[in-house]
């Protein structure tokens, strides 16, 4: 298929406005509207880091068929202020429409495309509502265009924004859509209605998803330190664990974090922490401690534009050297790096699972335009691999690191009659006592890696790689983690069908299957969001693979598939 | 019941850690005896340390954490079940050095935990620096020309973050230590004790402290917060021991 005949399904919406005006709700909402149309959406959000003023940029790209990734080219563009309209003009398409507040109309007669003015602030006025309910009035007129009747269109507002007055803000869009009716403006001819709603879809950004995927799993304590791009899933846990028996701490620090999750989980209760991947490096002694005390914490780590402060509110793949690597000292780990929301799910509840199953610490790594961004989902727990714990038959005496077959010593928490469960950061015997006795530092360090090499016997119960495409083509794009998205869709658009290979599982790492997958391949081209092809230098460590290309982006911001398409066509 | 494990005692022969190890192994021995402690529900945890070596000394459930980090550790064990009566061995250099700020929130949660502070005033085990509690002038081998710092007074900190019970002991009294302990483990909610550990090795003050130290008399008012800043804060010949405040207050693990 040529581009041309695919971009008679994409359409791309735009809403801009400075922070506060409530950006990310609205486009949060359309994309609901659009999957209660049946739509496939994508919806990525960017923002500078600050808390009013800036520029706020929701865009949501929707299809029939399934979308993986945004694009930057719109048909629409609802902006609250000129400044919004401005910074986007270079990215409209030839017949795209901008819909603006009146006030900002005059700076933009230049724009090269339709600009409709739309009396925002008056409508609202009218309305006696609040200012933030100006993208509305956009909403109603841009439904014109998507061919939704008026009746449909006053249904399904009404509908998605009941939490904030369904009846009024279905009056706003009937202004705007009105305003687009006497205009009598352009309408897309492929229609909207008709089409069944997504039954059991949601629109979940990866944040979610995983707090999801915790809870599926049972998880009892979240612990985390708030910091951009993880604290959405602190937010959206507090606020799910209203009433269940999942409680949401926020503690001085991330240090505290993570040693509060080890001693939950030392007093046998599932606990898991979040935070940005600077956080994770203040949690790196305790992470460390969780390795040699065998504790069964999950940390949630998303990727962020580093080195230390670096691009806050911007996306990067520039930690999984560091992320695989955690901690002081060898030992086992697990660390899965989903490329959308439903992995994330299952990641999430893989991960503490498996945590608890082998008595290790394990890590859900994704990154900033994971997390924020939401796309249409099924999230199916029932995919979730169960396991068991191995506990104490309270028989003789008990030792918390008793040697075993497996590694895996049974569990006991404390509040167990006639066991004296003792753990330790310190080097230590099977009963708990530090030790510094070296035949025992050697044979405690081989049973926690035997327990590592139990989990590799594993790897085909889950999605370790995937491969998606042409699987019998000679030529692989490489990658792992969000820039899936943006290749899978871009992969729509390539001059000819190629293998695309995503690695999800890091450490431990499916060398057999990696290797497999890449056996016939001629042309190798590894994509990644970072200056140093991470994955590349693990794919070689692992296989002895040298990808043949390497496309990397670091400027913070995600690939776009139509720009990802080009640059691999060039390569094929 | 056997409160000891096979460990060998590592401690510098003559070290009131063990002392304050006795007087623990007795405060449980009759809180159990009297019905107020089932042994299982107990956690003793500890940083690291001379101090933290008492886990290994203990057939309890231990827990030793990372230097620093034990008050959010046992934070984490008395909220994920709080029917379990938590113990925090600590040391001047482990909480009011590399974990200040989890001491501080602690208190101010007023999480039920007990927290022992061994107060030698050096860091013993890396052999004799200056802590934050160490007089102005300490002469450690990192500090050759005498420490600049003023010591902190933990009582007066713990205190103004709103610990629900503040005391003060010393080690070579046993059975004035072991009381204050079952007071601190049987008090709901946070609950301090400095423990006064002369190090034998690198501070020796056990012959001040030996004649230097006095009660607080029996009708202190021991609910009075500014009575017992004021008195916590005294600068005088004698060290005050005792409870200088105990309150009762809703505890985190109740209010999560």
Not at chain 1, 265 to 274: D, P, R, S
Not at chain 2, 122 to 144: D, E, H, I, V, Y
Not at chain 2, 180 to 194: N, P, R, W
Request: aromatic content about 8%; glycine content about 8%.
């Amino acid at each position: 298929m040529t581009t041309q005949e695919h971009s008679q399904t994409v359409r791309t919406i735009g809403i801009g406005g400075a922070a506060g005006d409530g950006i990310r709700e609205a486009g949060l909402r359309l994309t609901e509207l659009f999957n209660r149309l049946g739509y496939q959406s994508f919806l990525s959000f960017s923002y500078p880091s600050i808390i009013r003023g800036g520029h706020n940029f929701s865009r949501l790209s929707i299809s029939k068929e399934k979308i993986y990734s945004d694009h930057s080219e719109m048909d629409i563009l609802i902006a609250v202020n000129a400044e919004s309209a401005r910074l986007h003009l270079g990215e409209m398409k030839p017949d795209g429409i901008i819909f603006i507040e009146q006030a900002y109309a005059e700076e933009l007669k230049d724009a090269g495309v339709r600009v409709i003015p739309i009396p925002m602030a008056d409508f609202v006025k009218e309305a006696n509502v609040r200012p933030i309910a100006r993208t509305t009035t956009g909403l109603g007129a841009f439904a014109f265009t998507a061919g939704l009747s008026l009746e449909k269109t006053k249904e399904l507002i009404s509908s998605i924004f009941q939490d904030y007055g369904g009846d009024i803000n279905a009056t706003l869009a009937e202004k705007g859509y009105l305003l687009a009716e006497k205009l009598n403006l352009p309408k897309w001819q492929e229609g909207t209605e008709g089409s069944p709603a997504n039954e059991k879809a949601i629109i979940t950004d990866a944040n979610k998803a995983i707090g999801k995927g915790l809870l599926a799993a049972g998880l009892d304590f979240y612990i985390s330190y708030p910091m951009t791009p993880a604290s959405s899933l602190l937010t959206f846990l507090a606020k799910e664990a209203v009433g269940e028996k999942l409680k949401t701490i926020q503690p001085e620090d991330e240090i505290s974090a993570i040693n509060m999750a080890i001693g939950v989980t030392y007093a046998g209760k599932k606990a898991a922490v979040g935070t940005a991947t600077g956080g994770f490096a203040l949690m790196q002694e305790a992470f460390s401690f969780a390795g040699i005390s065998e504790s069964p914490i999950v940390a949630v780590v998303s990727q962020r534009q580093g080195p230390a402060t670096g691009v806050p509110t911007n996306t990067s793949q520039s930690d999984l050297q560091f992320v695989i690597h955690s901690g002081h000292g060898e030992f086992p780990r697990i660390v899965i790096a989903p490329g959308d929301s439903e992995e994330a799910f299952l990641a999430a509840g893989n991960a503490l699972n498996l945590a608890w199953k082998y008595q290790m610490p394990a890590i859900i790594l994704v990154d900033k335009q994971l997390s924020e961004s939401s796309q249409t989902s099924v999230l199916d727990s029932s995919k979730i691999i169960q396991n068991e714990v191995k506990k104490w038959n309270n028989e003789g005496e008990y030792h918390r690191y008793q040697f075993t077959e497996d590694g895996v010593s049974p569990f006991a928490a404390p509040g167990t009659k006639n066991a004296a469960v003792k753990l330790t950061s310190y080097e230590h015997d099977e009963f708990g006592i530090a030790t510094e006795n070296t035949e025992l530092v050697k044979k405690m360090t081989d049973k926690r890696f035997k327990k590592g090499e139990m989990r590799e016997k594993e790897l085909s119960l889950y999605d370790t790689v995937k491969v998606y495409g042409d699987e019998k083509s000679d030529t692989v794009v490489l990658f792992w983690g969000s820039p899936k998205g943006a290749i899978l869709e871009a992969s729509k658009y390539l001059k000819k069908p190629v293998k695309l290979v995503q690695i999800l599982w890091m450490e431990p790492f499916d060398t057999d299957r990696v290797s497999k997958e890449l056996a016939n391949a001629k042309n190798i081209i590894i994509i990644e969001g970072n200056h140093n092809s991470q994955l590349a230098a693990l794919l070689r460590e692992k296989t002895g693979v040298v990808p043949n290309h390497k496309i990397n982006r670091y400027d913070s911001k995600p690939f776009d598939p139509m720009e990802l398409a080009k640059e691999i066509d060039e390569l094929l | 019941m056997e409160l000891s494990t096979k460990a060998k005692i590592t401690w510098c022969p003559g070290c009131p850690n063990a002392t304050i190890l006795v007087a623990y192994r007795n405060a449980i021995t009759e809180l159990v005896n009297e019905g107020k402690l089932n042994v299982e529900n107990l956690v003793s945890a500890a940083g690291i340390g001379c101090h933290g070596k008492i886990t290994d000394y203990l057939n309890t459930n231990t827990f030793e954490a990372l230097h620093g980090r034990v008050v959010s550790s046992a934070t984490g064990i008395k909220m994920a079940n709080p029917n379990l009566n938590v113990v925090t061995f600590t040391g001047d250099g482990d909480s009011l050095s590399e974990g200040f700020t989890h001491l501080l929130h602690a208190a101010e949660r007023n999480v039920g935990i007990s927290v022992f502070l061994h107060n030698n005033e050096t860091f013993a085990l890396t052999t004799g620096q200056a802590t934050f509690l160490s007089p102005k002038g300490f002469k450690g081998p990192s500090t050759p020309a005498g420490s600049v710092d003023e010591p902190m007074n933990p009582l007066h900190i713990m205190l103004a973050m709103g610990a629900t019970f503040v005391a003060r002991t010393y080690a070579l009294n046993i059975p004035g230590t072991k009381n204050i302990m079952k007071a601190a483990m049987q008090h709901k909610g946070f609950a301090f004790v400095e423990i006064i550990q002369p190090c034998i090795t690198y501070f020796d003050t056990r012959e001040h402290y030996n004649s230097s130290t006095e009660w607080l008399p029996e009708d202190f008012p021991r609910t009075d917060l500014s009575a017992a800043i004021n008195k916590v804060r005294e600068i005088k010949e004698k060290t005050t021991l005792g409870i200088f405040y105990q309150v009762q207050k809703p505890t985190f693990e109740e209010k999560i």
